[in-house]
């Protein structure tokens, strides 16, 4: 055991230097590269510009150290990490630059290497993980395991652990005091009595515990047990029957607290992320791109059908508050607006408007709205208030969407959500897509979903309407 957990301490290091290799090589390779761009006061200085290069690696490690080797991360939050990890390491080199006084003459060195560090380091990433998992598999670098508690949580439990030998775990067994259970559960152990010793016999790495909140006292005992013995010990809540979420612990002073979701924009600094860039974006967008297609598809509307513009209507927005939205008029004029959603072949529908709504066109007065702080460019789409009262009693979540601003696209509508709700299940689908968008924002999935939203424009949807 104790050789298998120095092992796991070994690939770390490996995996450390393995990136300390692969920048260094990178670095002087756009070095040499680039040598034309230097003076003879770079070269004197060289190295110490690379000792300055590795102090901010280690130093950018330990805000964000590695975490290939635990059991699972997937490669999306792989190649995140390492674009985070280039992008503070670039940044404090760049700050030690300075303090040299030649980060104005190494400036095309550092554009070159950052994006160029960003496709390598990810895909040198990807592959150590790729490596790791064919390592695991053949049976290397795993955690001996136990599980106390059969429930319907033990079960789930157990079978997650072995749907995926990379994970790295090996079960040895389950704990229940039912002995009953000999005969049918897989790989029975013995009683919560025997856990002690066999731990201490089988050198188990760490224990697992899915015994109801009744057990209290046998809870505790393995707890205190574990923190003896230096076995780590994990407890499986057991509500977690009923509620099947990602829940976040959190701390009130030394009351543990926890959350039934994960909110990313309740930071700070990625609302401020994510306002900074709808404001930059938004901006853009009015000064350039809508002032042309206001004049030229205001024209056309106007031709098609009397009437204004803009179709203006109140739908709800962040907390349930009310807001006028806008939108490029896609109807003729109709006392049904606030009470009927648009159907596919709708009689109301004008040509022009078809076209605007399958385009995507029809949204972009919305950007004014974005521009004022009532919409972001990403996220759920808003609904009518009839809708929203409707909905509401009807699925449990859908008020769960309104926890962040409203967007002039979503994920939802990039992933085969878009246009009429013809049933409960199809607006279920599009609620539980918002939600999950709430629950794993990043800047990237923003857009990504913009990118693909812009590749629908000019392919066309054939569920707008």
């Known amino acids: 055991m104790e050789f298998n957990k120095k092992r796991g301490y070994l690939i770390q290091w490996l995996i450390g230097?393995?990136?300390?290799?692969?920048?260094?090589?990178?670095?002087?390779a756009i070095y040499y590269g680039l040598s034309d761009f230097y003076t003879e006061a770079i070269t004197a200085n060289l190295r110490e510009i690379v000792l300055f290069f590795n102090f901010c690696y280690f130093f950018a490690l330990y805000f964000i150290p590695i975490q290939l080797h635990v059991s699972v991360v997937f490669i999306d939050e792989i190649v995140k990490r390492a674009f985070a990890l280039m992008t503070f390491l670039i940044f404090l080199f760049s700050t030690c630059l300075i303090f040299l006084n030649v980060g104005d003459v190494?400036?095309?060195?550092?554009?070159?290497?950052?994006?160029s560090s960003i496709i390598v380091f990810s895909l040198w990433r990807v592959l150590v993980r790729v490596m790791l998992k064919i390592y695991r598999k053949k049976g290397y670098n795993f955690k001996r395991v136990i599980i106390v508690g059969a429930g319907k949580n033990g079960i789930e439990l157990y079978q997650v652990m072995r749907e995926d030998l990379t994970y790295g775990f090996t079960i040895m067994g389950f704990f229940d005091d039912n002995k009953a259970l000999k005969d049918v559960l897989p790989d029975y152990i013995g009683t919560t009595d025997e856990v002690e010793e066999f731990v201490l016999k089988s050198h188990v790495d760490e224990i697992y515990c899915t015994l109801p909140g009744t057990k209290d006292d046998k809870i505790l005992k393995l707890f205190n047990f574990s923190e003896k013995h230096m076995v780590r010990f994990f407890i499986v809540p057991e509500f977690y029957r009923?509620?099947?979420?990602?829940?976040?612990?959190?701390?009130?002073?030394?009351?543990?607290?926890l959350s039934v979701r994960k909110e990313p924009l309740q930071v700070a600094y990625n609302r401020a992320i994510k306002r900074g860039f709808d404001i930059v974006f938004s901006f853009i967008i009015l000064i350039t791109v809508y002032p042309v297609m206001y004049l030229i598809i205001g024209?056309?509307?106007?031709?098609?059908?009397?009437?204004?513009?803009?179709?203006?209507?109140?739908?709800?927005?962040?907390?349930?508050?009310?807001f006028?939205?806008?939108?490029?008029?896609?109807?003729?004029?109709?006392?049904?607006?606030?009470?009927?959603q648009a159907t596919k072949d709708d009689p109301r529908m004008t040509r022009l408007g078809t076209f605007l709504r399958k385009t995507n066109l029809d949204e972009f007065p919305q950007f004014l709205n974005v521009l004022k702080g009532e919409m972001s460019v990403v996220g759920p789409r808003p609904h009518m208030l009839k809708h929203t009262d409707q909905y509401a009693?009807?699925?449990?979540?859908?008020?769960?969407?309104?926890l962040v601003k409203p967007g002039v696209t979503g994920w939802a509508q990039v992933t085969g959500y878009r246009g009429e709700t013809k049933t409960l299940e199809q607006m279920e689908g599009r609620v539980k897509r918002d939600v999950w968008y709430i629950e794993n924002w990043?800047?990237?999935?923003?857009?990504?979903?913009?990118?693909?939203?812009?590749i629908n424009m000019f392919r066309g949807e054939e569920n707008a309407c």
């Open 393 to 402: 009693a009807l699925i449990d979540k859908y008020m769960v969407r309104h």
């Open 242 to 257: 009923n509620v099947k979420k990602s829940l976040i612990l959190g701390m009130m002073e030394s009351v543990p607290l």
């Open 299 to 322: 024209s056309l509307i106007k031709l098609s059908s009397p009437g204004p513009v803009l179709f203006k209507q109140k739908r709800t927005g962040l907390h349930g508050q009310d």
């Open 442 to 454: 990043t800047f990237f999935l923003d857009l990504k979903i913009i990118v693909v939203t812009i």
């Open 17 to 28: 230097v393995g990136d300390l290799l692969i920048l260094n090589l990178l670095f002087f």
């Open 324 to 340: 006028m939205c806008y939108k490029f008029r896609t109807m003729k004029m109709n006392t049904q607006a606030d009470t009927t």
């Open 106 to 115: 190494l400036a095309t060195f550092l554009v070159v290497y950052y994006f």
